[in-house]
């Protein structure tokens, strides 16, 4: 590990902050957090001793130290709230504290009440006297506590320069023992936490922070001392299946049926490289990955074990959804069985959490990250891709033996620790995978907006990749942005299979894309109907062919969504290439509802007319206003309403569609009102 400390940065944070202990707090804060191989997601712990000021202008000591909720990569001052120090410091006469008495006399010495919940290890934190403390979870370090004999490996690096704690969960007693190994040998440096992490402490900000690098560096020099291999390879299928053909298999396995075509969906985040398939592919996976996690903090989010599933064959997938859906089921009784063996030492007892995987591994392919949202996923696949460096390393020395079943039950359901997840209602269409056509601009652009505001995952493909990107970006979160022409079949394979790699699978499609071609139908050039209708409907054809594909591989449903215009209806004059296929398109909606709705996947259109987009532009509105002899703003509002209809009122509709799981072979019709274009 190198040392990233500039002087030139550090003078930078502290004329940003006005003061030199939160300025320099915050850079070295920063520094631990911004590498993944210390800290990930929320996880270690910083702090400084310093003096603030009351509302009276006193001075008070205290103790800033990270707040709950708050990342060290890019922490603020906020994130460092100020705890009055001397009441802390009495707490150490206790012989015991509840969590629950802890967290409320932490917030009761809050300079400012408003301050978010100081770190579980605030009391740690508290009763070592050095001005400036930093606590890591550093893979290389837990590679060696997580040992059957790891304090004898930490001692033969370390020797007396380093303190040895032994594992007690983080709270009040874990902070009287760290601080009475520490006083029985004051010239200890920092502090191994077995099978847990580091601390490292110093009367300044880059002497505690150098102390991390120093010995983070020490363990990862002595684990390349004296490797093996850490792991012997099975033998894999010659032909093994994609991770587009297994995701939507697992992300559907996964899916928890909530009754009437209901499904409570997780996201999926794929992560492979030769790191991870050395590990996935190892002879002993069953075993190493099944121990338990490298240090406490990542049980609330990958949960203590992982799904392990056999290696998938390509043109095979049939007899392997068969066979993994049978090692799920085993997975969740075991999950039952582990909590019922360890809740009946609990007062009050606990309330299950819900039994599923946050990581899936799979043979000849990589890992899963699984969560409520993108976001969530990828949280669970960086702490896999830690655990797996992390076991590596365990293995490659010795054996990788973390805490015990009963240590890791208690974090899992500790009440600090869950905390942190946040317990929020979901907006309505959380956890679902939409697809946009021609989403780079106009209606598409204002569906992925929508889909996006309403929670869902967003993919939006256009013919334009740029446009696609940007589209994505303005929707916020994970979304994705592709280059698709919607005319080429490959290209919207690799386009669907690039969806389902990104996020496990497709729930909902908005089959936009499309152009608007003129002409009088008995004159129309062939060629052009002919490519109108390659765009226009067999386009449509091919997404939702696609899009049935991925769905049926989950097999929790799902909703095809259509633009039709209200050509499909009211034909305009000179508009024949454009209608013509439209109607095509209306009819296509009406056939896949009829013949998928077995399938749970339910199809719907919506018609619109009049909207100011790539199709109808300002020329074409120009021009068909002149000529119905009326002003532009009067064409735009010819309706019923007398009012401009926009994009955003047709994305309304697809969402309102996407919404209503028990309405299929349906056509909304958006347009201010047009008799003609009507259906009833």
């Known amino acids: 590990m190198k040392s990233q400390w500039s002087a030139t940065d550090a003078a930078a944070f502290i004329a940003k902050y006005g003061n030199e202990d939160m300025g320099l707090r915050v850079y070295t804060t920063r520094l631990l957090g911004s590498d993944p191989r210390l800290v990930l997601h929320g996880g270690g712990n910083t702090s400084v001793k310093t003096v603030a000021h009351d509302l009276l202008g006193e001075a008070v000591d205290v103790l800033c130290v990270k707040g709950s909720g708050w990342d060290m990569g890019n922490i603020e001052p906020a994130g460092l709230p100020a705890v009055r120090l001397a009441p802390l410091l009495k707490l150490r006469t206790l012989a015991k504290l509840s969590d629950e008495d802890m967290v409320n006399f932490q917030r009761g010495n809050l300079m400012d009440s408003g301050s978010p919940n100081p770190s579980v290890e605030t009391l740690l934190h508290a009763f070592l006297p050095h001005k400036f403390i930093d606590h890591t979870h550093s893979t290389a370090v837990l590679s060696l506590t997580d040992q059957p004999d790891g304090e004898a490996v930490c001692r033969e690096v370390y020797g007396r320069r380093m303190g040895y704690v032994p594992y007690i969960m983080p709270g009040f007693a874990l902070a009287k023992k760290a601080a009475e190994v520490y006083e029985q040998d004051p010239t200890v440096e920092g502090l191994i936490l077995l099978k847990h992490g580091i601390f490292t402490f110093g009367a300044t900000a880059p002497a505690a922070y150098e102390l991390m690098v120093e010995m983070v560096t020490l363990a990862e020099q002595r684990l390349r001392k004296n490797r093996k291999p850490p792991f012997t390879p099975v033998s894999l299928p010659k032909t093994p299946a994609s991770v587009a053909e297994v995701a939507p298999i697992v992300r559907g396995l996964l899916a928890l049926d909530q009754g009437e075509g209901s499904f409570k969906r997780w ?116 702490i896999a891709e830690n655990t797996v460096e992390s076991i590596t390393d365990a293995e490659a020395i010795g054996t990788y033996r973390p805490i015990p079943e009963p240590d890791m039950f208690d974090c899992e359901y500790w009440s600090l620790e869950q905390a942190k997840l946040g317990k929020g209602a979901e907006k309505p269409l959380a956890r679902q995978v939409v697809v946009v056509t021609g989403g780079g601009s106009g209606i598409g652009a204002a569906c992925a907006k929508a889909f996006a505001k309403e929670g869902a995952e967003v993919a939006v493909l256009d013919l334009n990749p740029d446009a696609a990107r940007a589209a994505a970006k303005a929707c916020g979160g994970s979304a994705l942005g592709l280059a698709c022409d919607v005319t080429d079949p490959a290209s919207v394979r690799s386009a669907f299979d690039a969806v389902a790699a990104r996020f496990g699978g497709v729930d909902i499609v908005v089959s ?161 009102g047009n008799i003609e274009a009507s259906l009833r």
């Not at 989010?301 to 859906?325: D, H, I, M, Q, S």
């Not at 007062?347 to 899963?368: A, H, N, Q, S, Y």
């Not at 449509?540 to 909703?559: K, L």
């Open 267 to 382: 996201v999926l985040d794929f992560r492979t490289n030769d790191a991870i398939r050395s590990y996935v592919d190892g002879a002993e996976l069953g075993r190493y990955s099944q121990v338990g996690v490298v240090t406490p903090d990542h049980t609330i989010r990958t949960k203590n074990f992982p799904l392990v599933l056999p290696a998938p064959e390509a043109g095979r997938l049939g007899e392997w959804k068969t066979a993994a859906a049978a090692v799920l089921d085993s997975y969740v009784a075991n999950y039952h069985a582990y909590f019922a063996r360890n809740n009946v030492r609990c007062t009050p007892p606990k309330t299950e959490l819900d039994p599923m995987p946050r990581v899936v591994l799979v043979p000849g392919v990589g890992l899963f990250g699984v969560g409520a949202s993108a976001k969530d996923a990828a949280i669970a696949s960086d």
């Open 512 to 672: 936009n894309a499309g152009a608007a071609w003129q002409g009088a139908a008995g004159e129309v050039d062939d060629a052009l109907l002919r490519a109108s209708f390659e765009l226009n409907f067999f386009a449509h054809q091919c997404v939702s062919q696609n899009a049935v594909r991925i769905m049926q591989a989950q097999d929790t449903g799902g909703c095809l969504l259509y633009n039709t215009s209200k050509q499909a209806l009211n034909p305009g004059k000179n508009f024949g290439p454009y209608g013509l296929p439209k109607a095509a398109t209306l009819f296509l909606m009406k056939q896949y509802a009829l013949d998928h709705g077995r399938d749970g996947i339910r199809a719907n259109a919506v018609n619109a007319d009049r909207i100011r987009t790539g199709l109808l532009t300002a020329e074409m509105i120009a021009s068909r206003s002149k000529a119905r002899g009326v002003s532009e703003k009067d064409y735009m509002a010819g309706n019923l309403l007398g009012r401009e209809v926009s994009g955003e009122d047709v994305a309304d509709a697809f969402v309102w569609l996407a919404k209503a799981a028990k309405t299929t072979a349906c056509t909304v019709t958006v347009d201010g």
